[in-house]
């Protein structure tokens, strides 16, 4: 079972419970641990690196070099050290990259029953991965709401409230009584319901140094009516987000991993923002 030593009670000691899953999958086929890791890990962080550039190209149109600056900027963060330490951050953040490429085509196209299914669905996965997944997937529900309007947001919300008060329910009762703890043991070790100063300004600082360059995009993006919109719709899971770690204390925050969600949404995000500035300011590039 789930235990810190053979022979012991159960213990949410892993917090990345699917990440676990597919952890002791690959060890039963015969990996190491170590080596299955760094598997995962690599795996999926070209595998986010990927999906970037080609959903910036499909949903955006947007040429090449302009969807391969944010994808090779994520190429060469943190996401290999985090592999490297052990941690499944990259993991993670493929699933918020998934999840909220989704949450666009939602935004961008004609809701349909089964991307609005898919949302859902991985949505769940992301609060799977990490329990704080749940309120980055309700915080980018927020933001196709707020794009489309509740009317023509029935789909998306009618199939994410169903799947997580069916399938998110199964599982919370069964981990609530399989570790007799309703909630994840940061919230108890490291959280506790309390409001954590040093964990907002850690989150802001954090933030902004992994956006770099980018966090221009989301200032830019002010300046017209139609692209404070579209800024709006990348802010609310980027801020709300970004406040959700007040709650939490900033132990074990290794290469700012808490916050590396908010840089995977906000690369996929900035190009509308920023695409049609040459054309608006009138500048002509030879």
Known sequence: GIVWNIGEKPVDGATDFLFMLVLAALGKAGMTLEFAVRFIGIISHFATVLIIYIAIRKYYHANRWLAFVPAFYLAIGPGLGYTE?????????????????????LSEEKISHSTAFAFALLSLVTGLIRPEGVFLSVFMLISIIYINGFKKSFKPILYFISVYLTLGAIYFFWRWNYFSDPLPNPYYIKGGGHFYWIGFVSSVIHSLVLLGPFTIALVLGFRSRETTRKTIFALIPIAGFILLWTLMNNEMNYLMRYQYPVLVIALISFVPLVQNIPEEWGLKFS
């Open 85 to 105: 330490a052990g941690f499944g951050t990259s993991f993670f953040a493929l699933a918020v990259c998934f999840t909220w490429c989704l949450a666009i085509k």
